[in-house]
């Protein structure tokens, strides 16, 4: 197989974001008078559902029973999230949060060697944009063939919907590409997609079920080894 694409997927897999997304979700909560706090034991369960918005309104239909939605309950979640986003950017914008070993020169590598780069992702788009300005610079969109972001498709991540529209803006099919995701979520959306996927797993994630992926790293420090395993044949 000569791989065509590689899709990404970016929180957990471009940079470890989920306890920035916490943080952000928290002081959110906290700015809007609610005595709600995820701590990173609560955040783990949290994060069997992906999506800022759905996460928050599945921490208050499944952790919060004695609460009472407001009329507006729609309106505060997205206000909620709102500010969750401006908080979580800033940090990014503040360089909290680098890429992970390796990601930089991965990208830079593929795409020197005209290998088609994309994004396939339940986060908000502005928290993309924001991750790799920083990490990649102003003109990172140049090096993505695709960005698929958040609510552009109706279901998200396990849901293959996100891949499936990276794969129709790619012109390519699943055999051609290559999926890197760090979640058990995710692996299940590019498989049933039906893209070969390998893992890199994070602190959140280290422990759930890969079965199925192509292949589990800790982190893509080594690249070399990388390249081998998929069969990149990339300079190195
Ligand atoms: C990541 C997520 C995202 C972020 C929050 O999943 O679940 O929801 O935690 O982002 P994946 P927003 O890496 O599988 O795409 O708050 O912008 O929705
Ligand atoms: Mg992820």
Redesign the pocket.
Known sequence: MTIKAIIF?????LAD??DA?RIAFNKAFAENGLAWNWDVALYDKL?KV????E?IKYFVSDFLTDYTKPDNFDDLVKHL?AV??GH?TAMLRDGLIPLRPGIRQLIQDAHKAGIKLAIA????AE?VTALLEVGLGADWENYFAANGC?DIVPSK?PAPDIYHWVLNKLQLSAADCIAL???N??LR?ALAAGIKTYVTVNPYTSKQDFSGAAGVFSDLGNLPQFYHSTGLSLPI
């Open positions: 997927d970016v929180d957990g897999t974001t989920e997304h994060l992906t999506g800022g918005k996460r999230h969750k986003t979580y992702t339940t986060t908000t928290n958040g991540k995701e760090d979640s979520n995710g959306a």
